[in-house]
């Protein structure tokens, strides 16, 4: 009976004893092959080209309690059925967000000049001019430590001398929050937040106040931000137009493979977020990653792989992401402390496709940015930077700091890791000369922006990662012997399904401070 057991795997592909395109201990190799070669780019651009309609039949985007998102996910929930998933929505409110006309801020005196700029999440909307008043505490010129403390205290804050004044504050110590509600309890009815100055923090600041404010909140770059301070009795014009809605509805999209397993204990969670920003499609970002794993999950039932689970696979499309990870929190949170120990792993594939792209895992082990993830994550980014080691495809490692929504899982200890093209990091020189494109420019130079469209997708990543996704989703979920080559859970450590603690700079990947 074993030996009949073994010649179906072997027949079917799926186990081997040989190591090309496989993973897993010495005696529980996973083949993979049969899987990475029905996964094809093609796929994945059919998906990707109906998410780019969809965006264009819902004024240009797919967010997040808007109807884009809604025909994003009945599109993605129609094709997982018809490949013999088990879908199902589940729904939550979170406090929406958008900016429903160009945010501007234009230097009224001593001399008139527009000033670039941009509007923070959960921004209130007005039109405010009148005199620019610097808090207490700004750094100028900027050290590297400490901080400024700008803002973070009410005494920070001079009486507002008028009605229509706007408070000046630098980025630094406490969130953006904070400083916009202290200088609102002062009586400023706008707030200009400018970059700390430190190296990495002299352009454009930006982020999200985390919760509602009712005044204008935006952004100013180090350089601009000293000017209006130092000018002579400034004056400047405010005027932001946003919505929100503490309450509007969306879902995350959860589909499961039917039946049991050997280790139903042991879901292995599939996520890429589905909802895009306001401002554009989001075909790269995370359109790439919903129509990757599309294609795997349609892909593995289809070559059979379901029908050989040793542990069940669960793909996730969450709502919400661009506003702060939402949907994989409220996810997370929201289990039972029994189910939400039944999660073995998570992966999460989110921008596969950048134009200037690195192929870049995420460092499980902390060895190149001191921020590990959860017993088992090491093992995780062993198996994409083995497969990819076997493609003579080299990797770069990214930094595991949970602005992704891979991040509410690590919090809770649960084992994670996924790839990723890039965003908004400059491509280094020894970069350029790995990987091609140009150095000295972002990763995906129309990241969040109405660009981030199908045309610039580049389709070799896009087929590289996405051949990447599918050997990890199957090792994960076809080894007998798991992670830690025992088959066991996790380590004890990790099992207490009690959220990790400790400060958060981003709320996913917006800057809180």
């Not at 009712?214 to 405010?238: C, K």
């Not at 939400?340 to 192929?359: E, H, Q, T």
């Not at 076809?478 to 996790?490: F, I, N």
Request: net charge negative; glycine share 10%.
């Amino acid at each position: 009976m074993i030996a009949a057991t073994a010649a179906v795997f072997l027949s079917a592909g799926l186990v081997s004893a040989v190591p090309s395109g496989a993973s897993g201990t010495n005696d529980d190799k996973v083949n993979t092959t049969k899987l990475t070669k029905a996964v094809q780019v093609n796929g994945v651009l059919q998906h990707l080209r109906q998410l780019q309609v969809v965006a264009n039949r819902n004024d240009g985007n797919r967010a997040s309690g808007l109807p884009g998102y809604e025909a994003s996910s009945t599109y993605v929930a129609k094709t997982l059925r018809q490949a013999g998933y088990k879908v199902r929505k589940q729904t939550f409110t979170f406090p929406f967000f958008s900016e429903d006309s160009p945010t501007t801020l234009t230097q009224l005196s001593p001399q008139e000049r527009d000033l670039e700029t941009a509007i923070f999440t959960y921004s209130g909307s007005g039109d405010v001019s009148g005199p620019v008043v610097p808090t207490n505490d700004l750094l100028i010129p900027a050290p590297e430590q400490p901080a400024s403390t700008s803002g973070c205290e009410a005494e920070d804050f001079e009486p507002a001398p008028s009605e229509d004044a706007i408070a000046l504050i630098q980025r630094g110590s406490c969130d953006f929050g904070l400083k916009a509600r202290n200088a609102e309890a002062a009586g400023y009815e706008a707030v200009i937040i400018f970059n700390a100055g430190t190296p990495q923090n002299t352009e454009l600041s930006i982020g999200t106040l985390g919760e509602p404010v009712d005044i204008p909140v935006v952004g100013l770059s180090y350089e601009d931000g000293v000017a209006l301070a130092e000018a002579e009795s400034p004056t400047a014009q405010v005027v932001t137009d946003t919505t929100i809605d503490l309450e509007r509805e969306t879902h995350n999209l959860i589909a499961d493979w039917p039946g049991t397993t050997k280790n139903d204990d042991q879901a292995v969670v599939v996520g890429a977020h589905l909802d895009s920003v306001a401002d554009g499609p989001g075909v790269n970002d995370n359109g790439t990653g919903v129509a990757g794993i599309l294609e795997v999950a349609e892909e593995m039932a289809e070559t059979g792989y379901t029908k050989r689970l040793q542990r069940p696979v669960r793909f996730a499309f969450w709502g919400a992401e661009e506003l702060g990870l939402l949907g994989a929190q409220h996810y997370v949170d929201t289990l039972s402390d029994r189910s939400r120990a039944k999660i073995y792993a998570n992966l999460n594939f989110d921008m596969l496709g950048s134009s200037n792209y690195v192929r870049l895992v995420y460092d499980g082990d902390g060895s190149e940015f001191d921020l590990a993830g959860p017993a088992g994550s090491s093992q995780i980014e062993d198996v994409f930077t083995g497969w990819f080691d076997d493609q003579d495809l080299e990797t770069d490692p990214t930094a595991f700091d949970g602005r992704s929504d891979y991040g509410p899982f690590i919090e809770y200890g649960i084992p994670a890791g996924g790839l990723f093209s890039g965003a908004d990091d400059v491509k280094t020189q020894r970069q350029a000369e790995v990987y091609g494109g140009t150095a000295g420019e972002m990763l995906d130079p129309d990241y969040h922006t109405p660009q981030d469209t199908i045309d610039k997708i580049d389709t070799t990543v896009l087929g590289q990662l996405t051949d990447g996704a599918a050997h990890a989703v199957a090792t994960l979920t076809l080894s007998k012997q798991g992670l830690y080559g025992d088959g066991a859970r996790r380590s004890d450590q990790t099992k207490s399904a009690q959220p990790m603690k400790g400060s958060k700079d981003f709320q996913g990947d917006l800057a809180l401070r």
